[in-house]
């Protein structure tokens, strides 16, 4: 019997303004049962069940600061897609794409973007 891994680890951003970007996923991410820690070097997501795979932020310092990167977060169903939405755009978060069915993906989404301009989308895959 084969054990699955996930196939990303982590993945972790640059920000240019840590706090904000902070605040705006602990907002986004909720719905979607992601939980958060602050390390003193920035922020940690995860889902509450598993510490992988884990998204992470970090301050730029003298590094550059992610800007156009497209992430996607796994939604449970429709409702948590829209609620990621809303939460997403209370939080500072600009539309890109109102959550909706993309038929072509067999998926409901959502696309917003964050304080450095990423490209943030929660989704929801539809059973075939």
């Known amino acids: 019997m084969t054990q699955r891994w996930p196939f990303i680890h982590h993945v972790?951003?640059?920000a240019s303004d840590?706090?904000?970007?902070t605040r705006f996923y602990i907002a986004a991410l909720k719905p979607l049962g992601v939980v958060w820690e602050?390390?003193?070097f920035g922020a940690e997501f995860w889902e509450?069940?598993?510490d992988t795979p884990s998204f992470g932020l970090y301050?730029?310092?003298?590094?550059?600061?992610?800007r156009g990167a497209h992430i996607a977060?796994?939604?449970r169903?429709?409702?948590s897609v829209d609620a990621f939405y809303e939460a997403a755009l209370a939080a500072g978060g600009t539309s890109r794409h109102e959550p909706r069915l993309w038929p072509e993906y067999r998926a409901y989404c959502a696309f917003v973007d964050d304080p450095d301009g990423n490209n943030v989308e929660a989704v929801y895959k539809e059973q075939v």
């Open 48 to 50: 509450a069940e598993m």
């Open 38 to 40: 602050a390390p003193d």
């Open 12 to 14: 972790t951003f640059i």
């Open 77 to 79: 169903d429709r409702a």
């Open 18 to 21: 840590l706090q904000a970007s």
């Open 59 to 66: 301050s730029a310092g003298d590094a550059t600061v992610t």
């Open 73 to 75: 977060f796994t939604a």
